[in-house]
Each structure stands twice: as C-alpha cells, then as structure tokens.
C-alpha cells in the first residue's frame, strides 16, 4: 500500500538555525499538508499545498516557514531560524483530492528539537 | 469555545466490553466528520468517515448528529489492539482538518 514518507525522522538543532524537513507524498496525489503537534497536544494544521501555491495557511504559519515542491516527488518544510517552541512531531500528509470526502493520509513524522 | 471538544479520558476498559465516545463541534458549516486513531508517538491513522448520519465498520459504528453537533464512535467487543488515542477531526472547507485533543482508551486483558 502506498504511503507518506519523511525524513529524518529526528532532527535536532539549535535555536536560531535553519531546518528542512522533507516529506514524500502518495505519487498520483495533488494536495500536500503540513501538520504539527507538541508534545502532550493537539494535532495542528499549518499549511496546504496544490498546484505550486500555497492554497492556505494557519496563523501559526509566518514569515518563519516556507513550503516548497522542489521536484516532482518531494514536499519540504523549512523553518529559517527555530525557537524553543517549535519543537514539535511534524506529520507530512497528502490526499488525492481535496473534496469534503477526500482522505488525508499521514506519514510516520519528523521529531524535531530545539535546544 | 473549541473547535472540536472531547473528553480527554482516559477510558479503561476491559477486553470484549463496548466502549462509546463523544465529540462535539461548534461550526455548523462543518461539512465532513472523520475519527482518526493515534498510537503513542506515531502518526493519525483513518479509523472512519462521516459524512452523513452514520458509517459502520466491523466493530465500529460512527453517528454523526447534525441538530446537536456531536459525533460519536462506539467500539464493539474491545480488543487489546484497540488501546490508542481516538482523535475527532472535521473538515470545514476542502482542504484544513482541524483536531480534538483526544480520547485516550486503555483495554485492560
């Protein structure tokens, strides 16, 4: 069965540092997500991606992140200058379609934590 | 008021017994309904969509109740593969699924 892959699958990094998370999505999929969640936390949702733009973004999503589809199989999330508090589980996930019925599959995860 | 409300648990249950939660939602325009299932430090899994009033699986059977907001997942003949976090998501638009915290269950041999 077909499915999400990320890596690494912990990262750790110092504060201020620049990280990329990498994401594989389902191959015939079109719509791309990041989720995050801390530690004891609910699930969140950061941003959504089709066709090469972000389509839409959570508050928790500034100037800090970017998205980018640098080719035709990966998805990354960068964050350029990591604080404390964005350490977290971040889940890649992506669905076929973007209807109300459309499943959203996720992948295993990235740990990232700043130090 | 949140989003999406669960009550956090945990459930403990014994093996074969029936175990029911509830979720409720604030946004009526929520249009589709979904119970996801979280193991320990790993990723949601689809457990069941609910679109319209209900969805039945096996042992599990999803209610989706409009009038009131609420969304239920009952679990028939518990099993001890059946312990995790069972998280209530709604999807509002086409794209952003938004999460409860969660509902931890405990099946007890």
């Known amino acids: 069965e077909p499915e999400v892959t990320q890596t690494p699958s912990h990262q750790v990094t110092q504060m201020g540092q620049e990280v990329i998370l990498r994401c594989v999505p389902i191959s015939n999929h079109l719509y791309f997500y990041w989720y995050r969640q801390i530690l004891g936390q609910k699930v969140e949702f950061l941003v959504s991606?089709?066709?090469?733009?972000?389509?839409?973004k959570s508050e928790i999503f500034d100037d800090q992140f970017s998205v980018e589809r640098p080719d035709g199989s990966n998805f990354t999330l960068k964050i350029r200058s990591t604080k404390l508090e964005d350490s977290a589980m971040y889940f890649c996930?992506?669905?076929?379609?973007?209807?109300?019925?459309?499943?959203?599959?996720f992948g295993p995860g990235t740990r990232l934590t700043v130090l | 008021r949140k989003e999406v409300e669960q009550d956090p648990g945990p459930f403990n249950v014994p093996e074969g017994a029936t175990v029911a939660f509830n979720c409720t939602y604030s946004n009526s325009a929520s249009q589709s309904f979904f119970w996801y299932r979280q193991d320990c430090r790993k990723e949601p899994k689809l457990l069941m969509s609910v679109y319209s009033s209900g969805n039945e699986d096996g042992r599990f059977t999803a209610q989706l109740n409009r009038a009131s907001q609420y969304i239920s997942l009952l679990i028939r003949d518990s099993k001890l593969s059946d312990s995790a976090t069972y998280l209530c998501?709604?999807?509002?638009?086409?794209?952003?699924?938004?999460f409860g915290t969660g509902t931890r269950l405990t099946i007890i041999p």
């Open positions: 998501v709604e999807r509002r638009g086409n794209e952003k699924l938004t």
């Open positions: 991606f089709y066709n090469n733009e972000i389509s839409e």
């Open positions: 996930a992506s669905s076929e379609l973007a209807g109300y019925t459309d499943t959203q599959y």
